[in-house]
């Protein structure tokens, strides 16, 4: 019996989606974009493969944080596309699959924000603008965050070593930001690896825990507060002195936005 889904997509010149003949699906190897390294599709163009999967994974982390992985449809998923569900099986071959970009697409915003958050000389900043970074990604997309919490263990063994590995690229970021301070004499020999997880853990926990940090402080003191804690436990007497002057930096800096004159709206 002839398959009922549709041949894969193809891009014609004006950018407009027409119809092939179903082919044999393949995957794009070399290609370091979401999940092309172990996730197939029917879809030989690597720009609308990524383009496609971008939605899907948008689609699909939305709805899979709020109603969870096994209550979530692939046709919902594909209605809040805006296109079908046979569609969707052209980029993922089955509803782990579209959990698998999901949770890539969750940790790429994270990578994504530390390597754009703007770039310092000052190393104990250099740590601070990465944990900050990592706590506003999390504050954005809350119920995103907790996607990865609720949802991996849903996943085949081979998408959950494919997840460890992004998280501990991602991660990275993070460590060698510690690894600089430790190198320039400001923290104390420590495990990178696990202070680097206690750091991310921090951030995770703004987004489990919101229900009562929420109420008790503001993001930006709930950052300041975590970076504080981190630095006094790692801290070497030359680093004392290079955290004493982030800290007056910092109230300089605080004084200035307060002293900025505030432009008003005029009245009509």
């Known amino acids: 019996m002839p398959s009922t889904r549709p041949g894969p997509e193809t891009k014609t010149r004006d950018d407009t989606v027409t119809r092939q003949p179903a082919a044999s699906k393949d995957t794009a190897k070399g290609h370091a974009d ?13 720009e609308l493969v990524q383009r496609r999967r971008e939605q899907i994974a948008a689609a ?3 709805l899979f944080s709020k109603d969870g992985f096994y209550r979530t449809t692939v ?9 079908s569900s046979g569609l969707i099986y052209q980029y993922a071959e089955t509803k782990e699959d579209v959990l698998l970009l999901a949770l890539l697409h969750v940790m790429s915003r994270f990578r994504r924000e530390i390597e754009q958050a703007h770039e310092v000389s000052d190393l104990l900043e250099r740590v601070f603008v990465a944990l900050d ?27 959950r070593s494919h997840i460890k590995n992004a998280e501990i690229a991602t991660n990275e970021l993070i460590a060698v930001r510690v690894r600089d301070c430790i190198d ?10 696990l202070v680097t997880y206690q750091l991310v853990l921090h951030a995770h926990a703004w987004s489990l825990k919101y229900w009562r940090f929420g109420k008790l402080i503001s993001l930006e003191d709930y950052v300041a507060h975590g ?14 002195q290079a955290y004493e002057g982030f800290l007056a930096a910092r109230k300089t800096v605080a004084r200035s936005k307060q002293k900025a004159p505030r432009t008003r709206t005029p009245s009509v």
């Open 75 to 83: 046709q919902q998923i594909a209605r809040k596309c805006g296109f």
């Open 227 to 240: 970076f504080d804690m981190f630095v006094q436990a790692l801290v070497t007497e030359r680093g004392r």
């Open 34 to 46: 979401l999940g092309v390294e172990v996730v197939k599709s029917q879809v030989a163009d690597a």
């Open 184 to 193: 320039a004499g400001l923290f104390r020999k420590v495990n990178v690896d």
């Open 60 to 62: 699909a982390a939305e």
């Open 133 to 159: 970074a990592y706590c506003r990604v999390v504050d954005q997309f809350k119920a995103a965050a907790m996607l990865a919490y609720r949802s991996t263990m849903s996943l085949p063994l081979e998408y």
